[in-house]
């Protein structure tokens, strides 16, 4: 049974960097399989996909446009842990992030953390 | 980006009733990529049916999936108490992305 834990602080300030880890239980962030992403959600804007990092005998990540110039997400293979790092961010970008696997299909979700941007 | 359209917002229905809820596409996502998941309040999302028709695994077979191209339905054949959640299509043939989605309420 795959069980994803998130951790990171809930509240950041305006121009600051957000900052999530996931840690992964019954898989390896190495898997040739699957795909490791950061879905947010919010009323504003709906479920809204993130972006992803995966490993096919070398890593690989793929962003959402939207937030493709201020994105990083990491793999941590001593840890079997992923992380977010949202750079600048602003109330818009108040939300709940939620880590989560993909093989195809997002299947396994990680508990979310409602993340608030203000000062 | 493929967007998804799901219709209606809001469907109030009795248990034991029967649920249809729609999701539309802007562009073809084939047969293979589409995904409904159930979203309980204060909950993460659940995965339901993936690839338009196959029942996750522990999913009641009440639940089932059509469609192809641009239009997908999820039917629920007989609601039962716990199925009163908000329900979510996505599309994974692209750079993933989700309905708006459908929240099925007790009439």
């Known amino acids: 049974q795959v069980q994803l834990q998130q951790s990171g602080p809930g509240l950041v300030k305006p121009s600051q960097t957000l900052s999530l880890t996931c840690a992964i239980s019954?898989?390896?962030?190495?898997?040739?399989?699957?795909?490791w992403n950061w879905i947010r959600q919010s009323p504003s804007r709906g479920l809204e996909w993130l972006g992803r990092t995966y490993y096919r005998s070398k890593w690989f990540n793929d962003y959402a446009v939207s937030v493709k110039s201020r994105i990083i997400i990491n793999p941590d293979t001593s840890k079997n842990q992923f992380s977010l790092q949202l750079h600048s961010v602003t109330p818009d970008d108040t939300a709940v992030y939620y880590c989560?696997?993909?093989?195809?299909?997002?299947?396994?979700w990680g508990q979310g953390t409602l993340v608030t941007v203000s000062s | 980006e493929v967007v998804l359209t799901q219709s209606p917002g809001t469907l109030s229905l009795s248990p034991g009733e029967r649920a249809t809820l729609s999701c539309r596409a802007s562009?073809?996502?084939?047969?293979?990529?589409l995904a409904w998941y159930q979203q309980p309040p204060g909950q993460a999302p659940r995965l339901l049916i993936y690839?338009?028709?196959n029942r996750a695994t522990g999913i009641p077979d009440r639940f089932s999936g059509s469609g192809s191209g641009t239009d997908f339905t999820l039917t629920i054949s007989r609601l039962e108490p716990e199925d009163f959640a908000v329900y979510f299509c996505q599309q994974y043939a692209d750079s993933p992305t989700f309905g708006q989605g459908t929240k099925v309420e007790i009439k």
């Open positions: 690839a338009a028709s």
């Open positions: 989560a696997r993909s093989s195809g299909e997002t299947d396994y």
């Open positions: 019954g898989d390896s962030v190495s898997s040739n399989s699957a795909a």
């Open positions: 562009q073809s996502v084939g047969s293979t990529y």
